[in-house]
């Protein structure tokens, strides 16, 4: 059942980013009296769930449907090279049906089976389709190749605006109905950081209170991971044992935090208070009572859960007295510990000692608030981006396909993290589209400002090849996406 709504949530995340990227392109088309062919939600391969289209005036629907004929007829022949060579010659419509499909120039609208993206196929555009026989003909006037390189570049442009504006939507909605909740560094740094392995290898220490990151302070407690990463900071600032200390982290920090498997590099440390205990715990049958707080185990002082935590491991299959404050008593509870190291007790989430940030904001003031997120949100993941083309962090190792993007939805259907998490793959969309990549949104937009600067339009034949290869670079991402995906399902 977990798997089938993070499958869920990830199809209508996708079908929604989809639709507003591909509406992007066939509004502008729409605006500049473009004729769009055809426009799917997933892909029609052999035949498509469902389509409709306008015949002589009338809507016409077809459900389970093969894809309809072309307008062509292929013929090949040799040329006088003794080269072969295909010829596409126009179907004669007067000799089709009254209401075949092939009789209208009005856009088809449908749903292919293939549930993991969508397209437009805009009529004299040299695209993922590679429609031969359309681009032997005269150019048309309502065809894409037709029209000025500054209306092409808008239409081009259309869909990644859309993904930005519907990122932009979500969040002036989300700020508007929930504000931005967020732990303050400030309150972390009541008791301190937790730190695991590799931070301890980076120099950092538990109780560490941060100071700054490269000298920036971070207010959002969250964000210093990301903005170690994505800034490669050099420093880190920290307060420990009342002395300010500048940890200086090594040249490969990004390379090993990019490659965790987890997400707790450092974390606010807390007090062990017990919230709450099952019927068969350990510690209850010893005594232990919910509102006590642990302090040690034996004679090792284990104030935070953290140390805990560790500390415990230890003690595995042996008698331990676990040392308590309940009220203003310090007591000493004996008890057997099994196999799994565990006494049987549950922490709260985060204490009641620290007091989250809450910014609240009316519809006028999410708008702003929304923009500015929205753009920061753009420049977090072109950083992001920048390192998977950076060799020396092997941030490519890292790269996730369809596996890791289903995996970040979470078991229960929650509609603001599924919001949430639409408006960050929308702006993943659009930064990835924009890619100077042919095949993309991106290398057609590249060959056009080439166009509007130098007066000269790149041949077809050049389109093609160009296309081509932007394919294959774009088949290649997702194959190392994807296979990265399946390595780490056998890890």
Known sequence: MVIFIKIL????????????HELGHFLAAKAFKTRVEK?????????SLFRCKKVNGKWRFKFFSKNVPERYVTTEYNDAAGKKQKKYDPIDLSTLPEDDWRQSDETEYGIGWFPLGGYNKIAGMIDESMDKAAMQKPAEEWEFRSKP????????????????LLA??????????????????????KYGISVDSLAYEFGLRDGDKILAVDGKYIENFSQIPLQIVLDKAKTIEVERNGRDTTIVLPEEAVTKLLGKQDANFISFRVPFIVADMPENSIGRAAGLEVGDQIIGINDI????????????KQFRNQDIELKVVRDLDTLSLPMHIGDEGLIGAYLAPVPD??????KEYTFLQAIPAGFSKTFRELGDYWKQVKLIFSPKTKAYESVGGFISIGKIFPETWDWSMFWRLTAFLSIALAVM??????????????????????????????MEVAETVGLVLVFALMILANGNDIIRLFR
Do not use: C
């Not at 002082?301 to 415990?312: D, G, H, I, L, S």
């Not at 589209?433 to 949104?441: H, K, R, V, Y």
């Open 433 to 462: 589209n924009i890619l100077p990549i042919p095949a993309l949104d991106g290398g057609h937009i590249l060959f056009l400002l080439f166009e509007i600067i130098t007066r000269r339009k790149p041949s077809d034949k050049f």
């Open 39 to 47: 426009f799917y939600l997933f892909f029609d391969w052999g035949f």
């Open 353 to 358: 000692s620290f007091v989250f940030e809450t």
């Open 168 to 189: 932009f939507i979500i969040y002036i909605g989300l700020l508007t109905k929930e504000g931005e909740q967020y732990l303050p560094t400030a309150e972390v740094n």
């Open 301 to 312: 002082e284990t104030v935070y859960q953290q140390e805990f935590m560790r500390t415990m």
């Open 149 to 164: 390189a500054w209306q092409r570049f808008i239409i081009m442009i259309g869909g990644v605006f859309m993904n930005v």
């Open 9 to 20: 949530q990830f199809l209508l995340a996708l079908s929604i980013l989809v639709f507003v």
